[in-house]
Structure formats: C-alpha cells, structure tokens
C-alpha cells in the first residue's frame, strides 16, 4: 500500500479484500464478495463525498437527507434508508479502522483519521441501536489505538472510565433482568449439571471463572429440595484465580468463596470452597485438592464479559489438564459470533438501557477487542475459532441431556430471531469410564 | 339344628346366577330372591332404540321410555337405573362384547356408540389415556417451572445479598465523594430494592427468543461451513498433543472482518432450515411472580418505546441482501423498515 498517500488506497481498503483472507461465512453478505455488492443505492456518489469530507475535515455529512429530529416511523419512510446507510457506512468505517490499524497493512495515520471520523459521527446516545453500538466499537478501537501507540501490552486492561464495583454489579443484576443471556447459561448449566451427579454422593466442581459466585446458589438450591432427607450430597467447589489477573482477581474470588459459603448454610447445604491460585497460564490439576469418591465437574463458563484478561491458551491449558481428572461432566457456556448486534437488538429499550451499555457493553466490546487484535498481531498467541469443536477434537465427547429438543442432542443455543446468542454444551472425558 | 341358608350372592355378575326364568313378556328374571331384571343384549336395544327416538339419553325419561318400549313387567325402577347407568356411560355389559357385528345393522349414532365403546373399550381407553397424558405433561411443566422459579429466586437472594454489601462498604469508603453516576453513593438499602426488584420484566417478546438443538454434528457442520479456509486438523489421537487447533493462525489476519462479522452476522444457519419442531419458546425469567399463573402476564411485549428504536443492527443486513435465499420462518419478511422495531404482534 502506498504509504505517501493513504487515501489512494481507500477504496481498495473498504470494498475489496475483506472477504479474500476471511472464512466464507454463511452470511449472504459475505458470500456476495463484501457488502457493496448488493447495495443498489450510488455508491460512487456517496463515497466521493466521504473522502471529501474526510479530507476537508468537515464536521458533519452532507450525503445523507439530514435525521429529522423526532423520529416516528412517518418520518422514516420519506427517507427509507437514512439510518441504515449511515448504520451501513459505519460499520464500513469501523471495519477500515480495524483493518488499517492490524495486520501488514497498518498505518496509524488513516486509522487515526478514521476513528475521528467514527467519533463525529457517533454517539453512546444515539437513536438506533446500530449506531450506539458502533460507538461503543469506535471507543475501542480508539483505546487500542492509543496503546498501539503507546507500547502494546497484554496485560490486564485498564479502562479511563473505570466504574467502580457497586456500578458494575448493578449494571450486570440489569442486564440479566433485561435479557435471558447470562442467566441461559448458568440456570442450564445447572440442570445438566444435577442431571450428572444425581446419584453422587459428593460433587467437586472446578470454575474456571467464578466472578461473584452467582452461578451457585441456585445448583445449592436445587441440592437442597431434591434431597428426600436420605443423606445429602455434598458440594464442593474450586475456583481458580490468575495471576495475569492481579491482586483483586485473588481478592474477587476469596470474597465469592466467603458469599457461597454464608449463603449454603443458610439453606443448609454442606458445602466447602477452595481457592487455587494460578501462577502462570498454566493449570496445574495436582495443585487441586482432591477427594475420593467424588464426582468432579469443571465449569467453563466463557460468555460473560469478561472484564479481565483471558487469553485462550489459559483456557486451552485449563481444559487440557483437567481432562485428566477424569470429570464427570464439562459444562461449556460461550457466545456466538455476531453477539453483540444481536443482543443490542434483543434489549427492549428501557430506561436503564444506557447505564447498563455504558458500565457493560462498553468495557465488554473493548475487552473483545482487544483479545481480537492480540490474536491477528501476534503470531504467538492461538485462537480458538470454536470451542466445541476444540474439545471435540481434543479428547472429549458430547454428553446427552434429557432437557434438550432433540434426542442425542448435547447442548442448547439461546438465539434472538434465529441470530445465535449464546450456546451452551455438555461434555466428558473421552477416556471415562461410562 | 342348623339352618341352612343358602348363599345368596346379591352382588355378583350376573353369571352367577344359577337360573334365569323367562317371562311371557320377554324378560328374564333371575330366581334369587329378590328377582333383578337382567339386560339381556335385546332389551338393551330396544332400550337404546326408545331413547334415540325420544331424542338421547338426556332428553328421554324413565316414564317416556317406559311407554315406548311398551314391554311389560319393565317398571319405572328398573328403567331408572338404566337410563342412569347409560347416561354415565359406563357399564360396558359383557353380553355386548360379542355383540360388535351390531354396529353395521343399528343406524343410530347411540347405538354404535354404546356398541363401539363397549366392544372395544379402546377409544374411550385411548381417549382416557390421551387425556391423563395430557394432564400428567401439565403437571410436570408446572412443577418444572416451580423447581426453576426457586432456583432463580436463591440465585436473587443471593445476588441482592452481595450488592448490598458492596454498597455498604462503598457507602462507607466514599461518604462525601460526589459520584459520576447516578446510581451510587446515595443508594440506601430502601432505594437499591426499589432500583433492583422485583423489576418488571422487560424481556424481549418472547416469541423472538429461541432455543436450538446444539449436538455436536450440527456444531461441526456448522462451523466447517463457515470457516472454509481455516484448516481442520482432526487429530483421533488424543495423545497426540501438539497444538493444533481449528482456527490456527491465519495467514492474513483479518481483524476488520472480525468486526464485520460482530456486527452484521446474519442467522449462521442459512443453510440449515431450523424446523418448527426443534424450536422451543424460552420461559426463563429472573424475577417471578409468585403466582405462576401470572407468568403469562409477564411476557406481553411492552409497547411505545421499543417501535422507536429505529433500526436493528441486523435489519441493516436485511435491507443489503434482497436476494437472500427464503429463510426459516422465523425470519421477519418485513422488509420494510417503516414500523422500525419488529414486533410480533404484528
């Protein structure tokens, strides 16, 4: 690319290669050779005017039919296609913002231009879903710029706008009461779960990311009044922490271990909780404490936003040793690509919409990002495009449950108007004993 | 001296009775002592016959059946009792069950029906049997609501446990810092269960919420479609534990692409039609009512706000793809994008 005139190369930068490297997905667009292709609307006309105003530095576009002010369904049939060319044109930018600052090709300077472009034209308080959401990814992308700039860390990611913890928590009791995403997860989780230990006298489950603990109470719950009075079984769990992590990664967990445990005798579920902490990325099983006859349960549980650092070869290392424990069962919970558009549109819109996608949407787009940036620059580090197809390929095999739609099946998918949101899996050891 | 008495059986099937009498009027009577009129598989019919010509077993009465038959010695009592057993439907007499070939010679829709449901018994049986499955598969799914409903109310006792804590604590750091925010700082325990719950649900419609079968043929069919270029190494040898993954490296990393995908990813099944029958509608809620007959309630689409979203990140796709092949019914074929929001009432 010439590097003496960024914007010669402009064109090719939007409308050509993005599908030459790419997987062909099962997307129609993808499939039509990039987006242009399909739309009818005058392309030329329209991008001469987004370089020049570029160029020009001007404020604001003058390409399309300017958004009248009250936004009724009326208004928006004289110009059908206002906010989706503006939403259209966005997500074009944002795509020639990722691309310029990864990979070969990267030039700081068109990707600074870019993303100031993005920033005019976007706003957390946008009227379509499609556009908050596009600030969101332009905030992203700016702070990974800014890193870029800096020094490239894969450390721990610091927000500016750190909210503090009470925030964060309210903002997450939001979201799950707004949608059924997060609680798909572990509420399934849960019943394959029970379904596996039924006639276990002691359950040892081992979490990947226990977060505040919020999975449990209601697997303890459901201990609890299945029990007939007989003996009850008994509920272990460990939860790991990392050291990648930090000190309050340490400190998040012993507090979940403290929650858990005022919360199991307060129903009256034996119960006991173990911290283990990891050094490196690395997972160690013999630094687990293990006890006889029990029936061990490893937790992954990789859809939440993941405020903290995570990388995939922590996960693969995690999954890889604890196979060796020979596990009853693996819970296995993730997302779908395409996520967070679809979840954006699931939302009804609700007054605490905008605090939950500030304190939550926000750090959780720019963690993505930053995790997908990491994987396309550095050789080093492994993607994983699929987690079950990982562990199908890695030594485990799928485990029926009863609660599914088909027989044989073993997992469930949470989707909004056929998009997938969130999956959610079953697996054991290949090589236990059934 | 003994005194022998005969048994009596007052109460067996008529079987058992050792002798019947015909009468001149064509009725059998039994011999014990208090004779009973026996139903013989004749008097049935024309008992069956006088109550379709009177206009059915609820309209016919003892007196008017009594007249129409015209058979003598049949008093009102006995016709009592019949009618009464017949209305109830249940006396499959045993004499009829070799009676079946009747159906094809009686016209009257009593007439098979008393015939059918008592040669067979099956339809009744099945139509019992349908009804009690029925109702079982009710009561399961209410008890099944019922264990969720707990589980989700611990996980919110829970959940409220720990934020108020958490408020507490950051109550008592932070007594006079002025917060960005607006939920912190002065957030009392009063305000934090009103900011917290029971919250009305503002679910989406949960018609649009969808559950798929996941088995892991359909993961990898799925995900082989549409990672055509990355290589798949499938490695049956587990020992083998050199790290190959699917997705290694690309040699083009694509991080636009990414981003595309996040944003505009249609339905990944294109290709495969997602059958009606493999659909289940999501019911899960975080807070529920106490009264599970409300549930219903809970799940009507909240209206206003939502129709003035404007555009979905996904109707974006919609509109650039016309010539997208017919899709799953669940698919909005709304392409006009003028009511905004999608909504399935519409």
């Not at chain 1, 271990?257 to 013999?286: K, V």
């Not at chain 2, 290694?248 to 099944?269: A, C, H, T, V, Y």
């Amino acid at each position: 690319m010439n590097m003496n005139h960024p914007y010669d190369d402009f064109p090719h930068l939007l409308f050509s290669n993005n599908t030459a490297t790419a997987t062909s997905t099962s997307s129609c667009v993808e499939q039509h050779d990039g987006i242009s292709l399909d739309m009818d609307w005058d392309w030329d006309c329209d991008f001469h005017d987004l370089i020049e105003s570029m160029m020009n530095d001007k404020g604001t576009t003058t390409e399309s039919p300017p958004l009248l002010p009250c936004y009724h369904g009326q208004e928006e049939s004289l110009h059908p296609r206002a906010g989706e060319s503006k939403g259209l044109r966005l997500v074009h930018l944002l795509v020639a913002a990722a691309d310029a600052s990864t990979g070969a090709d990267k030039t700081r300077e068109l990707t600074r231009v870019l993303l100031a472009k993005l920033k005019d034209m976007t706003s957390p308080n946008d009227r379509t879903n499609m556009e908050r959401l596009a600030a969101h990814f332009t905030n992203g992308l700016s702070k990974l710029h800014r890193e870029a700039n800096v020094q490239r860390q894969c450390g721990p990611h610091q927000h500016p706008d750190v909210y503090d913890q009470v925030d964060v928590m309210l903002a997450f009791q939001m979201l799950q009461n707004m949608s059924p995403y997060i609680n798909f997860g572990y509420l399934t989780a849960t019943q394959a779960i029970l379904e596996a230990v039924k006639h276990e006298r002691r359950i040892h489950i081992v979490d990947n990311d226990i977060k505040d603990g919020v999975q449990w109470p209601s697997l303890m719950q459901a201990l609890v009044s299945g029990n007939t009075g007989l003996s009850a079984q008994h509920l272990r769990i460990t939860a790991l922490s990392r050291a990648t992590n930090g000190k309050k990664s340490v400190a998040a967990v012993q507090e979940a271990g403290r929650r858990l445990t005022a919360f199991a005798e307060s129903i009256g579920q034996p119960f006991s909780y173990h911290h283990c902490r990891m050094d490196s990325d690395t997972f160690n099983p013999s630094s687990l404490k293990l006890v006889r006859g029990e029936a061990v349960v490893i937790n992954c549980m990789l859809h939440l936003p993941r405020l903290s650092h995570q990388p995939p070869n922590s996960i693969i290392s995690f999954l890889s040793e604890a196979k060796t424990l020979n596990p009853k069962l693996v819970t296995l919970v993730h997302d779908e690509v395409g996520l967070f558009s679809a979840i954006f549109d699931s939302l009804e819109a609700n007054p605490a919409r905008g605090f939950v996608e500030r304190v939550i949407f926000g750090p959780w787009v720019s963690g993505w990002l930053t995790r997908i940036a990491v994987t396309a620059d550095d050789a080093e580090v492994d993607s994983v495009a699929s987690w079950p197809m990982w562990l199908a390929t890695n030594g485990f095999k799928p485990v029926e449950i009863s609660f599914a739609n088909r027989f044989g099946q073993n997992g469930l998918v949470l989707g909004w108007k056929s998009r997938r949101l969130v999956s959610a899996s079953f697996w054991a050891s290949c090589e236990s004993s059934e | 001296m003994f005194h022998a008495k005969k048994p009596s059986s007052m109460n067996g099937s008529y079987e058992n009775r050792a002798m019947c009498v015909q009468g001149d009027s064509g009725l059998v009577l039994t011999t014990d002592p208090k004779p009973r009129l026996r139903w013989t598989v004749e008097l049935h019919e024309r008992f069956v016959d006088a109550v379709a010509q009177l206009g059915g077993p609820d309209k016919a009465t003892p007196k008017t059946i009594m007249r129409v038959m015209g058979v003598k010695g049949l008093t009102l009592y006995h016709l009592k009792s019949h009618l009464q057993k017949f209305r109830l439907g249940k006396q499959p007499h045993k004499e009829y069950g070799d009676h079946s070939t009747k159906e094809g010679s009686r016209a009257s829709a009593m007439d098979i029906q008393r015939n059918v449901a008592s040669s067979s018994g099956m339809m009744s049986r099945n139509m019992n049997e349908m009804q009690m499955e029925v109702q079982r598969r009710l009561h399961e799914q209410l008890e099944v609501q019922r264990h969720l409903q707990l589980r989700i109310e611990a996980q919110g006792k829970y959940m409220q446990s720990i934020l108020e804590r958490a408020c507490q604590t950051l109550a008592g750091e932070n007594m006079a810092a002025a917060s960005g925010g607006g939920f912190k700082g002065n957030l009392g325990s009063s305000s934090l269960s009103a900011a917290m719950g029971p919250h009305p649900l503002s679910f989406p419609p949960f018609q649009d919420l969808n559950i798929y079968g996941n088995t892991t043929d359909q993961v990898l069919d799925h995900h082989n479609f549409h990672n055509q270029n990355i290589e798949n190494h499938y490695t049956a040898n587990n020992a083998a534990d050199t790290n190959i993954y699917l997705g290694k490296k690309r040699p083009n990393p694509s991080f636009g692409n990414d981003i595309r995908k996040e944003l505009l990813m249609w339905s990944n099944q294109d290709h495969e039609p997602i059958d009606d029958e493999h659909r289940i509608q999501i019911q899960m809620a975080t807070h529920v009512s106490t009264d599970l007959d409300s549930l219903s309630e809970i799940y009507d689409k909240k209206p206003g706000l939502s129709g003035d979203e404007g555009n979905d990140c996904g109707k974006l796709l919609e509109r650039s793809s016309p010539r997208r092949s017919p899709l799953s019914p669940m698919m909005n074929p709304n392409a006009g994008l003028v009511q905004g929001r999608n909504s399935p009432f519409e």
